[in-house]
């Protein structure tokens, strides 16, 4: 069985790649499961310091671009929202008018 910290590294990993792919809800799971593998490394007696400082580093940088993208795809959805109801709206006044 991989250590806790194998386990984090491959989650860490795994989340990279969901990012890269944008891919949501593939990256709401491994978030979870990265929470869980981060509670066993540091409750793990065998787990190097430094290595797991450096996993943590690495984390907390994904984590920043995560929340970097999240923002950008925010602000999309909100500007393709904002477009749709002024579409709407103006549908509707050219129903009235037309």
């Known amino acids: 069985m991989a250590s806790a910290l194998q386990q984090l590294e491959i989650t860490r990993l795994a989340m990279v790649e969901a990012v890269a792919g944008e891919q949501?809800?593939?990256?709401?799971?491994?978030?979870?499961l990265c929470r869980e593998h981060v509670t066993h490394a540091m409750q793990a007696s065998d787990t190097d310091q430094q290595s797991l400082r450096a996993t943590f580093e690495q984390l907390l940088e994904l984590y920043a671009v995560m929340l970097e993208?999240?923002?950008q795809q925010r602000d999309e959805l909100g500007s393709e929202l904002m477009q749709l109801n002024q579409a709407q709206q103006g549908a509707k006044v050219y129903q009235l008018f037309g």
């Open 69 to 71: 993208r999240c923002k």
């Open 24 to 32: 949501w809800s593939r990256i709401a799971e491994l978030d979870g």
